[in-house]
């Protein structure tokens, strides 16, 4: 069955402190990649994807990710954290148009 | 940007009622669906909806609950007789087609007392 590990179920950093949560999917074909946010009392954003292309995708408010295929990882990148980033983070992946498959999701708590 | 919107907002219903969440998905898109994410739990997929009939389901989608899309614009999620385990926050996505990315709604949080 097709499934998405995350790492880290809770994450607390100091402000400016860099951070990376891991993410491994179980799927052996092509892949769309995701990372969805939820902010406190907020619904699903999407913070950045992956399709095709360079593996070092960009996303909103300094986020990157990496897809390594030999690994069926992606993993989320920010040099930098702040108060603001303080969410849910959640890795997922889909096969086209069908559903998309989501991780347990990481909860980070951003220290002032 | 478009967006898709739900409605209500939240629900609360005595166990054994029916309840009906709303979703109006973006006006463009073809392919619907419908997650749940139990408090704690990650966000997990019951059905998606495309050419007016259901193209994948989960086995959490059983018999209690069906999708309608009755007007074009609005793509509905019925649970005919709610229980407990049914509280959860429920989300409606939209998406125009492949290699385009789902759009999740603000989402329902069902309350079953």
């Known amino acids: 069955a097709q499934s998405v590990s995350q790492h880290n179920h809770h994450v607390i950093l100091s402000e400016a402190a860099s951070l990376e949560l891991g993410c491994n999917y179980s799927?052996?074909?092509?892949?769309?990649l995701f990372w969805y946010v939820q902010y406190p009392g907020q619904h699903l954003q999407l913070l950045l994807k992956?399709?095709?292309?360079?593996?070092l995708v960009k996303g909103i408010k300094g986020f990157e990710a990496e897809f390594i295929k030999s690994k069926f990882s992606f993993n989320l990148r920010k040099p930098s954290v702040q108060w603001s980033d303080t969410a849910e983070y959640f890795c997922a992946f889909s096969r086209g148009y069908q559903k998309v498959t989501f991780g347990i999701g990481t909860k980070l708590q951003v220290i002032p | 940007e478009p967006e898709v919107t739900q409605t209500p907002s939240h629900q609360v219903t005595q166990m054994g009622q029916e309840v009906i969440l709303r979703c109006v998905p973006i006006?463009?898109?073809?392919?619907f669906y419908w997650y749940r994410q139990i408090l704690g739990q990650k966000v997990e997929f019951l059905v998606s909806?495309?050419?007016?009939?259901?193209?994948?389901k989960s086995e959490i989608f059983d018999d209690q609950f069906s999708v309608e899309r009755p007007d074009g614009s609005n793509f509905t999620l019925k649970i005919r007789s709610t229980k407990l385990e049914d509280s959860a926050m429920y989300f409606c996505?939209?998406?125009?087609?492949?290699?385009?990315?789902?759009?999740f709604g603000p989402g329902t949080r069902l309350l079953v007392l």
């Open positions: 996505a939209s998406l125009l087609g492949q290699g385009q990315t789902q759009y």
């Open positions: 799927y052996g074909g092509t892949v769309n």
């Open positions: 006006s463009n898109h073809l392919y």
């Open positions: 992956y399709f095709s292309g360079d593996p």
């Open positions: 909806f495309y050419n007016n009939e259901i193209s994948e």
